[in-house]
């Protein structure tokens, strides 16, 4: 019998589709139930769009004024709390997931399964070690609670709109530490689509050579409606933000269309496209390590070559 | 105040991981070792602290076989004043690792312990995390940036949404990310030097630290392969692929 507690992740009043991807990882071990926990200091818009994922058997809030802001301190000690009579907890691999919920397998005393990319059993997964260069199976003790984290790329977001699960409210009789507090999220607003979920995404490294050059990345990407990236070395270099970065150490995505643009493709990088649908490579290098793993390869000078694609295009 | 950082001896990253062919585990014979590069991170930032006054003393703590000491000097050739060995020869799993660190914080009594966000072999980016939780203070993870002030650490955070400022007392857990600094490289005096620097070498058993081996690794495997793909000649053939594939 399993009970599966999915801790939904949210900005801004607004549900990560994180959550549904974790949602459906949790659907593959055919629970029971799968509960989904909001906790922030206005829940309820929050759990309208949870309780809409299929799958969701109940959505459970904790509102309080402490959960204005992701605080790993603030948030374990409720999971912990409300985690009783569940036999899993997941929350997504994102940095969010990652912050919190060890705090919470060591305030229960358990071990946590780090980016679950299949499930085999109820109490089996499969995960990356060494940058994705190999993949384990873990098996966790059956008789204490599972808390793992959800490689997201590895899984798709369960579809919405036509579950109506109850919500309800929950309350946790546990003290809050006062001794961590949020001062401020600074974030490069932006209409493009969101890196972690856009179905295309154009990427560029450090042979886009400056900021000001990055300045092609965009308005190509714009042309496709694609995401920016960009690998390690480019956002080193001030060409962009750090929440650009893809890679073993930056987001790990799986769009549809993924062009690497002035990229070698090192391994560090490679890990994070790994389940990109269809790979481009446009490099002036014609050995780099890039086009091993590319679907499609183009061998030139990307400001040579973006303004022809873009032309092309019409 | 004193920092303990976590420095934790890995399989290179520059090593290309095989997988054994009977799927037993990783080949790790004869191949680079070398400190988990947000270890090196780590260490930096408790020295930077230590040169501007904020931090008396640096000290370094490892967990694994008895041959870590090599690799134990090397951070203290770094900069680190000490190093901490708890020898053990088995696989030491995160919440382990954690239970470590509380021991040494009970005798140690440090203001700050700083570690990597993950060690690149397991990549689990739990040690950290579990350590704050067990000792009830504060975490800063995915630090890029550190401030301290008054009895209270800034840190800057890089999260998926961008960067996060936290706040916290003292003492803390911070965890590194790649570009909080970089790290100095050593030169041979220091190596002269520090061959005269502590290393306290700790008996697992010793600790009273009941082993988590609640996670059993039953099999390795190679990642699934990218099949090769194809080669065009210009943009004008690269938009037509991607039109055929229903890309574009
Ligand atoms: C612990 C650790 C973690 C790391 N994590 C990450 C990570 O998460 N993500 C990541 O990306 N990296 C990561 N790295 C860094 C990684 O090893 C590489 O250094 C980095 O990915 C290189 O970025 P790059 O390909 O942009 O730069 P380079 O390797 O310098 O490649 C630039 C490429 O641009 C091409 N080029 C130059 N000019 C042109 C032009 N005009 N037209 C076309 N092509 C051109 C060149 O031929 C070259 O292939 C990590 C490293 C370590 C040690
Ligand atoms: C088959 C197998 C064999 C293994 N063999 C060994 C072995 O021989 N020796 C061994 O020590 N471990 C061994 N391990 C354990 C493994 O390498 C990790 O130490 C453990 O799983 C912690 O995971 P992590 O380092 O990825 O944790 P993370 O949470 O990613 O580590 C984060 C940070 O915690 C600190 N930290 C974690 N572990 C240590 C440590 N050991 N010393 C100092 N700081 C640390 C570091 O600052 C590190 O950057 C083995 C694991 C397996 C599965």
Same mark, same amino acid.
Do not use: C
């Given at each position: ?20 991807? &974790?949602?459906? $990882? @949790? =659907? *593959? ?6 509960? /989904?926990?909001? !906790? ?112 997201? &790329?590895?899984? $798709? @977001? =369960? *579809? ?6 109850? /919500?309800?409210? !929950? ?116 050995? @780099? ?26 | ?248």
């Amino acid at each position: 019998m399993s009970k599966i507690l999915v801790i939904a992740e949210h900005l801004n009043g607004k549900l990560n589709s994180s959550t549904a991807r &974790a949602v459906s $990882a @949790a =659907a *593959a071990i055919k629970p029971d139930a799968i509960d /989904v926990l909001v !906790l922030a200091d206005n829940a309820d818009a929050i759990a309208a769009d949870a309780a809409k994922i299929d799958g969701v058997s109940r959505v459970l809030t904790i509102a309080r004024a402490e959960n204005a802001h992701p605080l790993a301190a603030v948030l374990a000690p409720q999971i912990a709390k409300a985690s009783a009579g569940y036999s899993h907890v997941f929350a997504p691999s994102t940095t969010f997931g990652k912050d919190v919920l060890p705090r919470v397998a060591a305030l229960l005393g358990v071990a946590q399964v780090s980016d679950v990319m299949s499930v085999e059993g109820s109490h089996t997964f499969k995960r990356p070690i060494y940058a994705g260069n190999a993949i384990i199976t873990v098996e966790a003790d059956a008789g204490s609670t599972v808390v793992a984290t959800i490689r997201t &790329a590895s899984w $798709a @977001a =369960a *579809a919405t709109g036509a579950n109506n699960a109850p /919500v309800e409210t !929950l309350s946790v009789d546990v003290t809050l530490p006062t001794h961590t507090r949020f001062v401020e999220l600074q974030s490069g607003k932006s209409d493009r689509p969101d890196l972690q979920s856009a179905s295309k995404v154009v990427s560029g490294g450090r042979g886009v050579g400056s900021k000001e050059n990055f300045e092609i990345i965009y308005k190509f990407a714009d042309k496709i409606g694609a995401a920016v990236g960009a690998s390690r070395a480019a956002v080193d270099a001030g060409y962009v933000p750090s929440d650009l970065q893809v890679g073993q150490t930056g987001k790990i995505i799986a769009p549809e269309l993924y062009m690497a643009i002035g990229i070698s493709g090192a391994i560090q990088h490679l890990t994070g496209i790994k389940d990109a649908g269809t790979i481009v490579a446009i490099n002036k290098d014609g050995e @780099a390590p890039i086009f091993e793993i590319a679907d499609i390869g183009l061998v030139g000078d990307l400001f040579k070559i973006l303004p022809e694609l873009e032309q092309a295009l019409g | 105040m004193k920092i303990l950082v976590g420095y934790k001896r890995v399989v290179d990253y520059n090593v290309r991981i095989q997988v054994k062919p009977d799927g037993t585990g990783v080949v790790t014979d004869g191949v680079k070792l070398s400190a988990n590069p947000f270890d090196d991170i780590a260490l930096e930032e408790a020295l930077r602290l230590r040169e501007k006054g904020v931090a008396e003393e640096v000290v370094v703590v490892g967990i694994g076989p008895a041959d870590l000491t090599a690799h134990l000097r090397n951070g203290l050739a770094m900069g680190a004043n000490r190093a901490i060995h708890v020898v053990t020869t088995d696989a030491v799993q995160p919440l382990t690792a954690a239970r470590v660190f509380q021991k040494l914080i009970e005798k140690e009594q440090p203001g700050l312990v700083i570690l990597g966000k993950q060690a690149i072999d397991d990549d689990a980016n739990q040690t950290g995390q579990m350590l704050a939780a067990l000792w009830d203070r504060p975490q800063a993870t995915f630090a890029s940036k550190v401030e301290i002030a008054d009895g209270k650490v800034t840190v800057t955070r890089e999260v998926d949404a961008g960067l996060e400022v936290i706040e916290a007392e003292l003492p803390a857990v911070i965890t590194t990310d790649l570009r909080l600094n970089e790290p100095r490289f050593i030169k041979l005096p220091d190596i002269m030097k520090a061959k005269s620097k502590p290393i306290d070498s700790i008996e697992f058993g010793s600790l009273g630290v009941e082993a988590n081996d609640h996670l059993k690794t039953t099999h390795y495997a190679a990642p699934a392969k990218r099949s090769k793909g194809v080669m065009v000649k210009d943009a004008a053939e690269l938009v037509a692929a991607l039109k055929q594939k229903g890309l574009l």
